[in-house]
């Protein structure tokens, strides 16, 4: 069950005609371009881990992005860019909240 207020988009590495997107390391490449875009603004040596509004996972075998909605308040651009790129190369998008 969705949660009426999701807090994350979930951003899979499939496209809407089931193909798998490649390359198949698009998922970390994301996650690195975004990695300044973090609660309390870039820190020095923030380029070294992801953010923890874009991380790149495995859900049931498909490469994802989990995408926390907080960085559409904080930095609405980069929520944007996120949202295009799945959009752009029509990507499946869920919305929900992930639980380990």
């Given at each position: 069950?969705?949660p009426?207020?999701?807090?994350?988009?979930?951003?899979?590495g499939?496209t809407?005609?089931?193909?798998?997107?490649?390359p198949?390391?698009?998922?970390?490449?994301?996650?690195?371009?975004?990695?300044?875009?973090?609660p309390?603004?870039?820190?020095?040596?923030?380029?070294?881990?992801?953010?923890p509004w874009?991380?790149?996972?495995?859900?049931d075998?498909?490469?994802c992005?989990?995408?926390?909605?907080?960085?559409r308040d904080h930095?609405?651009?980069?929520?944007?860019f996120?949202?295009?790129?799945?959009?752009?190369?029509e990507?499946k998008?869920?919305e929900?909240?992930?639980?380990?």
């Amino acid at each position: 069950m969705v949660p009426s207020n999701p807090s994350e988009v979930f951003i899979q590495g499939v496209t809407r005609d089931g193909r798998t997107f490649r390359p198949s390391d698009w998922a970390e490449r994301l996650a690195g371009v975004m990695s300044s875009f973090r609660p309390g603004g870039a820190q020095p040596g923030s380029h070294l881990s992801y953010s923890p509004w874009c991380i790149p996972t495995m859900i049931d075998g498909v490469t994802c992005v989990i995408v926390n909605r907080a960085l559409r308040d904080h930095e609405p651009m980069a929520w944007d860019f996120v949202i295009n790129f799945a959009k752009d190369n029509e990507l499946k998008v869920s919305e929900g909240r992930f639980e380990k």
